[in-house]
């Protein structure tokens, strides 16, 4: 390897880096506007919830957490983040965001298959418990993501606030 080579090296791992970040807020802003659908939350309270809306956000769901987890979290676990203080904060974080990626996933499996949920009183307490894991998750990140990418912007990243009129792709 010449020193080119090995000069570019820290830049394309921070594009990559920049990238995966990139991905995971645009998924994060999708997802959370179908979940606004999916709860009824406003503007969409006192629509009728169709079972492709809720296939969608299932679907939509699973992505963004397997992008967290494999495009983000695993490059940290398998060692390949040489930045000690991204380290110790994911070491920190990540059980308790493994803890949200499981009950997406639970919530995903459950209604994915059956969108059509048979006891409202039972999705409405589900969303609840879904809707407090998903903000706690996106505090989480948000504090990763500085650490890793302090040039992605406070005004990328935090707070994340949702506008309601903005539609998600697809």
Not at 31 to 43: D, E, H
Not at 53 to 75: I, K, N, P
Not at 156 to 163: G, H, N, S, T, V
């Amino acid at each position: 390897m010449d020193i080119t080579q090995a000069l570019a090296q820290p830049t394309e791992r921070r594009n990559r880096t920049l990238q995966t970040v990139t991905t995971l807020v645009a998924q994060r802003r999708e997802m959370l506007v179908l979940f606004c659908r999916v709860a009824g939350l406003p503007p969409y309270r006192g629509k009728t919830l169709d079972a492709r809306t809720m296939h969608r956000f299932c679907q939509v769901l699973t992505d963004y957490v397997a992008e967290g987890h494999f495009g983000l979290y695993q490059r940290i676990v398998e060692g390949r983040e040489r930045r000690r203080g991204v380290v110790q904060l994911a070491e920190k974080l990540y059980p308790r965001i493994a803890q949200t990626t499981q009950i997406a996933v639970d919530f995903s499996d459950k209604y994915a298959a059956h969108p059509n949920p048979r006891s409202s009183a039972e999705l409405t307490q589900l969303l609840s418990q879904l809707g407090e894991e998903l903000a706690l998750r996106a505090e989480l990140e948000d504090k990763l993501i500085a650490e890793l990418c302090p040039a992605f912007g406070d005004n990328q990243a935090q707070p994340f606030a949702l506008r309601a009129d903005t539609e998600p792709a697809g």
